[in-house]
């Protein structure tokens, strides 16, 4: 589980994909000594697994529905060598909490439709598709590309958030432009009360197992 509080940044130093899967290579000198193999990391909120750690950099694989679902292999915008990602290590126990639930689970991509500024602040604009709008609630929250955000605005299907100057020196929401692809996850409460109405409608709620529940992705 992750907070969407980035405290780390990483640079791609290489970037392997088949149909299959891939791998990716990550240099990131201020973080790489904490990290252990086998271990879970964030990667502009993918949660990935560790295989290596080497010389200030780590490895991870990436399964072919990684490749699918995030922008590792969008169709337009993806991530590319040299590009630089937001990475954030899994909460622990008795740190603070000072984001929301991420779980690093990547819904989809969306691609981003503006950034521009307002005095010191910041307006970022992405567009999300169809099948993810449903989970955009205004003032509600949203995790684009690892960072734990709240949607502002919210209007043909783009979310608007404000971005403050910290956020925006310490997340590569600088680096991004027009068209780039970004990671989505929805708000996880969000997603059980989906699931919770979705098992209402089909049958009295009084009338589930805990067993149908559970089959039903409960």
């Not at 271990?39 to 909120?45: D, P």
């Not at 490749?67 to 954030?88: C, H, P, W, Y």
């Not at 126990?93 to 307002?118: I, K, M, P």
């Not at 919210?154 to 990671?183: C, F, M, S």
Request: charged content about 20%; hydrophobic content about 35%; aromatic content about 8%.
């Amino acid at each position: 589980m992750f907070t969407g509080i980035i405290e780390h940044f990483g640079t791609i130093e290489s970037l392997a994909l088949q149909n299959d899967g891939g791998r990716v290579t990550i240099h990131a000198p201020t973080l790489a000594s904490k990290l252990d193999v086998s271990k879970s990391i964030a990667v502009n909120g993918c949660c990935l697994t560790i295989t290596s750690v080497e010389k200030g950099q780590f490895s991870a694989d990436l399964s072919g529905e990684t490749i699918r679902k995030t922008s590792f292999g969008a169709d337009t915008g993806a991530l590319q060598k040299g590009a630089r990602v937001n990475l954030e290590q899994p909460l622990t126990a008795g740190q603070e909490f000072g984001g929301y639930f991420v779980l690093g689970h990547v819904d989809g991509t969306g691609h981003v439709a503006d950034l521009r500024s307002e005095g010191e602040n910041w307006w970022y604009g992405v567009r999300v598709p169809e099948d993810f709008a449903r989970y955009i609630v205004p003032k509600g929250s949203i995790t684009i590309d690892g960072v734990s955000l709240t949607v502002a605005a919210w209007h043909d299907n783009i979310a608007e958030v404000a971005v403050i100057p910290y956020t925006y020196q310490h997340t590569n929401i600088r680096d991004l432009k027009p068209g780039d692809a970004v990671n989505l996850e929805g708000d996880i409460l969000g997603k059980y009360v989906e699931r919770y109405l979705e098992a209402r409608s089909s049958k009295p709620i009084t009338n589930i197992s805990l067993a149908e529940l559970t089959k039903q992705g409960f």
